[in-house]
C-alpha cells in the first residue's frame, strides 16, 4: 500500500492498517468500471485473511455512509453523486426525523435508528434507500456536510454521581453528558445553555460543556430567555450596530425634509393597541363628491435611516421581524429607531413614505401614488378610545373633537371596504385568540380572549388596501420585491377537510379549484355553531402557509391577485425591501439618479431574501407558541384537580384533544383512561369509537373534563373524562361547574425536580402509556405577534397583532 497517500495516516491509528477509503475511492475512480471485492483486495496486496476481513469492514462502513454503492453482480462502484441529495434534518419528539432537501422536493422520513448519530438541524447529505412501512420514501444520509452549531437549551441533572443536560427542544432526542470540569458551576434542576464537544456516535451520547447558567426552572421570564437560545433568535446588538445609533438623535434632521411633500397639516392619526410603543402607520380619509374616499396611510420610513450594507441592516436581516412575546418584546431595530425616529409620535415631525388612494363608493381601489413625505401625527389614539368614540362616547368625544368627522369617514370608508371584501370572496378567519393577564409578580391571573372590534377592523381594512397598491406598483414597473403569497390549498388536504364538513353534517364539497369563495361560504354556514371555532381552526389546517416570494402567485385567502407587505417596515424586514424597491420606482418616474434608502434589488438577491424572512417568521411563530404553551401550562398548574368543561378540538389513535372553554386551552384525554370499553379511531367520522357499547367521541363533542396532571417541560396537560361521559349516551350535554378553590387541590404534578428517571423517558412519545403524548397547544396557526396592557392591577398582553396576513 506504499502507493496510498493516508497510509501513515492510517498506521497511526490501527494497529493493523488497511487502504485509507480515500484510496480505495481513487481506485475505483481510476478503473471507471466496477470492481470486485477480490479485484480491490488484489490492487491493495491485501492477500492474507486478516487483511481481507479489514477491506471487507472498511467497504461495508463506506457503503453504510454512501461512498460506494454494492451492485446486483456483487461488485463495487462509486455512488453515483447526481443520486445525492443536501438537506436539513428536521427531528422529531418521538425520535425519527425527516430530510428537508434544499430544493424543496418533499420531506424524506428518517428512521429512529439514524438518528442517534445526527441532531436536528444538521445539514447533510443522503439517498433515497426505499420506502417505510407507511409507504413514505426513506433517506439514507451518508455524511454531514454542515453540523448543527447553536447551542443547546436545556436543565442540567445529576444521577448516578453523572451529569446531564436534557434538552428543552423535544426535537433534539440526546441527553448530553457533561464532565464534572465543564459544569460552569450550574446546580441541579438549572436552566443551561450547552455548547457541543463531541458529536453522538454509535452507543455513545454526546458530549458537552456548559457555557451559561440562565437560572433556576421556574424564574419569571425564564421561558423566554430559554426560547430565545432554542430558536436561536438574535436578542443582543453587535458593536457595530450600537456604534452605529450612537450617531442617532431624536430629532430629524431639516436636510432631510428637504425634497419631501409636506403633509404636516394633514390631520393624520395613529391608531394601535394601547401598549403599543412603535407607531409605523398613520391614516386620514376624506369623502369625496361622488361618494367615494381618499385615503391617506403614512408609513415610517425606515429605509432612510436603515441603509444596504450597514451594520443596522445586516442584523435586521438576520432578525427578519420583531418577535412579540408575551410581557417582552424582541425588536428588529434599536429603540432609538423603532421607539424614537421611526416611530410616528405625536406632535413630532417625522420621515414616511405615503400611499395616497382614491377608492370608490362601493369599495373599489380607483387610483394610487406612492411618495415621500414628512408629517406630524395629530394625535396617538386606541382601538379602545376610536371604538368608543364611534359608539357615541360623549367624554372621548369633545376630548377629541377635531378627529371625531375624521374617524367617522373612516368607518365609512370600512363598511365600504368590508362589502368589497365579501364581493370578492376573501375569507373571514374568526378563530378566538387569547390574551394573558399578569399580575405585578408577573403571575399569570388569568386567560382571557382577545376582543376586536371595528377599530381593529377599519385599520386592518386600510393597510390591506395600501399592501395592494405597492403590489400592484412593484408588478406594473416589474422591479424584483418580495410579495406576500398564498397558494391555493393542496388536493389531499380539501379532501380531508370536506370529507370531515360531511361528518359533521355539513354537505359542502370543495373541488380541487375551488375559489376562495367557496371556503367563506363555510363560515358563513357555520356561524352561530357551536363547534364554529373548531371548524375555522380546520379550515385554516387545510391551507398552505402564506410565504414572501419573488414570484407572485396572489393571496388566496384575501382573494387578491396581487399582494405585498408595505405597512410594517419597523418590525418586518420584507415591508423594508418593499419601501426600497418603491423608492428605485420613485427615483426613476422622477429623473433622479438615486432616492434615499432606494435599492434596486436583483432576482437572486430576492430569491434569498424571500427564503429568510419566510424562515425569521416561522421561527419566531415556533418560539412564541412554545412560550404561549409554557404560560398556559404554569397557568394550568394551579388547576390540577379542578373540573372544566371542554370541547373536542382533536382525534387521534391514542386520544382526544380537548379545548377548555373557559381558557382555550388544549389538553389530551389518553385513549387508555377510556376504560369502560376498546376504543378504536375512526380517521373518517374523526371519531374514537367503542367496540362495544357503541359509545363514541368525535369532534365537536362537549364533554367535562379533570385535569390529572401538567408536565411544564413537555409542555403538557393532561385530562381525564368525567366518569359520567363514558357511561352516558353520545351528544350528552355536559353542566359547567365552577372551579375547585385551592385548598381543595390535590398534589400537582409539574416535574419541576426531575428525580424520576421514566419522565424523561416520556419524551421519547411513548405513546402507549396513558397521558404521555398529552401536549398543550395554543391553537390554531395564529403568530404571537403584539401586545397590549390593562388596568393598575396587572398587565394584559395579547398573543397577536394586526396585520399580520
Known amino acids: 500500500m506504499s502507493d496510498d ?3 501513515q495516516r492510517e498506521k497511526e491509528k490501527y494497529e493493523n492498517p488497511v487502504a485509507s477509503r480515500e484510496y480505495l475511492m481513487s481506485l475505483l475512480k481510476e478503473h471507471d468500471k466496477p470492481l470486485s471485492f477480490l479485484d480491490i483486495c488484489n490492487l491493495v496486496n491485501a492477500f492474507d485473511e486478516e487483511a481481507r476481513i479489514g477491506i471487507q469492514r472498511r467497504l461495508r462502513a463506506m457503503e453504510r455512509e454512501g461512498q460506494v454503492q454494492f451492485t446486483k453482480q456483487k461488485k463495487y462502484i462509486l455512488q453515483n453523486r447526481d443520486e445525492l441529495i443536501k438537506g436539513r434534518i428536521i427531528g422529531h419528539r418521538d425520535g425519527y426525523g425527516f430530510l428537508r432537501p434544499e430544493d424543496k422536493s418533499g420531506d424524506l422520513f428518517i428512521s429512529a435508528g439514524q438518528m442517534n448519530l445526527f441532531l436536528h438541524d444538521d445539514v447533510v447529505e443522503a439517498r433515497i434507500s426505499g420506502t417505510d412501512r407507511r409507504g413514505r420514501k426513506e433517506a439514507f444520509v451518508t455524511q454531514v456536510i454542515e453540523p448543527r452549531s447553536e447551542p443547546i437549551v436545556g436543565r442540567y441533572f445529576v444521577e448516578q454521581g453523572f451529569g446531564m443536560v436534557v434538552p ?4 433534539l432526542q440526546h441527553e448530553i453528558v457533561i464532565p464534572p470540569e465543564s459544569t460552569h458551576g450550574a446546580r441541579m434542576g438549572q436552566v443551561v445553555v450547552v455548547e457541543l464537544t463531541q458529536r453522538p456516535r454509535r452507543k455513545m451520547s454526546p458530549v458537552g460543556k456548559i457555557v451559561e447558567v440562565l437560572g433556576e426552572h421556574m424564574a419569571p421570564g425564564m421561558e423566554i ?24 438623535t431624536d430629532q430629524v434632521p431639516d436636510e432631510a425634509k428637504e425634497g419631501r411633500i409636506d403633509l404636516r397639516q394633514l390631520p393624520l392619526v395613529t391608531i394601535d393597541g394601547e401598549d403599543a410603543r412603535d407607531f409605523d402607520d398613520a391614516v386620514y380619509c376624506e369623502p369625496l363628491d361622488d361618494g367615494g374616499w381618499q385615503l391617506w396611510v403614512a408609513i415610517a420610513d425606515v429605509s432612510h435611516y436603515v441603509r444596504t450594507g450597514s451594520a443596522l441592516d445586516d442584523e435586521a436581516q438576520q432578525r427578519g421581524n420583531s418577535v412579540y412575546f408575551p410581557d417582552q418584546v424582541i425588536p428588529m431595530l434599536p429603540e432609538v429607531l423603532s421607539n424614537g425616529l421611526c416611530s410616528l409620535n405625536p406632535e413630532v415631525d417625522r420621515l414616511c413614505m405615503v400611499c395616497e388612494m382614491t377608492i370608490s363608493a362601493n369599495g373599489k ?32 368625544h369633545q376630548r377629541y373633537e377635531p378627529h371625531v368627522p375624521h374617524l367617522r369617514n373612516l368607518h365609512d370608508l370600512y363598511r365600504a371596504l368590508k362589502k368589497a371584501r365579501a364581493k370578492r370572496g376573501a375569507i373571514e378567519f374568526e378563530t378566538q385568540e387569547v390574551k394573558f393577564v399578569f399580575n405585578a409578580q408577573r403571575k399569570i391571573e388569568n386567560i382571557v380572549p382577545l376582543v376586536r372590534n371595528d377599530a381593529h377592523k377599519l385599520i386592518e381594512e386600510c393597510m390591506i388596501m ?13 422591479a424584483p420585491a418580495l410579495y406576500r403569497v398564498h397558494d391555493k390549498p393542496d388536493a389531499d388536504r380539501l379532501t380531508a377537510f370536506t370529507s370531515y364538513l360531511s361528518e359533521i353534517g355539513i354537505p359542502h364539497a370543495i373541488v380541487e379549484d375551488a375559489e376562495p369563495a367557496a371556503f367563506t361560504d363555510v363560515v358563513l354556514k357555520t356561524r352561530g355553531r357551536v363547534d364554529e371555532e373548531l371548524i375555522q381552526t380546520m379550515l385554516l389546517r387545510s391551507m398552505k402557509q402564506a410565504v414572501y416570494d419573488g414570484d407572485n402567485v396572489g393571496h388566496f385567502g384575501l382573494a387578491l391577485e396581487a399582494y405585498a407587505h408595505f405597512t410594517s417596515p419597523i ?21 433622479k439618479k438615486a432616492v434615499s434608502g432606494a435599492k434596486n434589488y436583483t432576482v437572486e438577491e430576492i430569491e434569498q431574501l424571500g427564503e429568510q ?20 401550562c404554569e397557568f394550568m398548574l394551579d388547576h390540577v384537580g379542578d373540573t372544566f368543561e371542554g370541547v373536542v378540538s382533536s382525534v387521534t389513535n391514542f386520544g382526544l384533544f380537548i379545548r377548555l372553554t373557559e381558557y382555550h386551552i388544549d389538553g389530551l384525554v389518553h385513549i387508555t383512561s377510556l376504560d369502560d370499553d376498546y ?6 367520522k374523526q371519531a374514537l369509537v367503542g367496540e362495544s357499547g357503541h359509545r363514541q367521541f368525535r369532534l365537536g363533542d362537549t364533554v367535562e373534563v379533570t385535569v390529572a396532571a401538567v408536565n411544564l417541560d413537555e409542555r403538557k396537560i393532561d385530562l381525564l373524562l368525567d366518569k359520567s361521559m363514558l357511561r352516558g349516551t353520545k351528544g350528552k350535554k355536559v353542566k359547567v361547574r365552577s372551579a375547585k378553590k385551592a385548598s381543595d387541590k390535590p398534589t400537582r404534578f409539574d416535574n419541576k425536580s426531575r428525580s424520576d428517571k421514566g419522565s424523561r423517558s416520556d419524551k421519547k412519545g411513548n405513546k402507549g402509556k396513558g397521558g404521555s403524548s398529552s401536549s398543550s397547544r395554543s391553537g390554531g396557526k395564529s403568530s404571537s405577534r403584539g401586545i397590549a396592557k390593562g388596568g393598575s392591577s396587572g398587565k394584559t398582553l395579547s398573543l397577536n397583532k394586526r396585520g399580520k396576513r
Open 225 to 248: 430567555e430559554m426560547a430565545l437560545r432554542t430558536f436561536d433568535i438574535p436578542h443582543q446588538w453587535p458593536n457595530g450596530v450600537t456604534k452605529q445609533v450612537e450617531k442617532l
Open 5 to 7: 497517500p493516508h497510509y
Open 571 to 591: 418590525r418586518r424586514y420584507p415591508d423594508l425591501v418593499v419601501h426600497r424597491a418603491l423608492k428605485g420606482i420613485i427615483a426613476k418616474q422622477q429623473g
Open 466 to 478: 395600501a399592501n395592494v397598491s405597492a403590489a400592484l406598483m412593484l408588478e406594473k414597473h416589474e
Open 679 to 684: 376504543y378504536h379511531y375512526d380517521d373518517v
Open 168 to 171: 428543552d427542544d423535544s426535537r
Open 613 to 632: 424572512c419566510s424562515m425569521t417568521e416561522r421561527r419566531a411563530d415556533d418560539a412564541t407558541r412554545d412560550v404561549a404553551d409554557w404560560l398556559k
Open 365 to 396: 381601489l380607483e387610483e394610487f401614488q406612492f411618495y415621500e413625505a414628512v408629517m406630524n401625527s395629530h394625535a396617538r389614539l386606541t382601538y379602545t378610545k376610536v371604538w368608543n368614540i364611534l359608539q357615541g362616547d360623549k367624554e372621548l
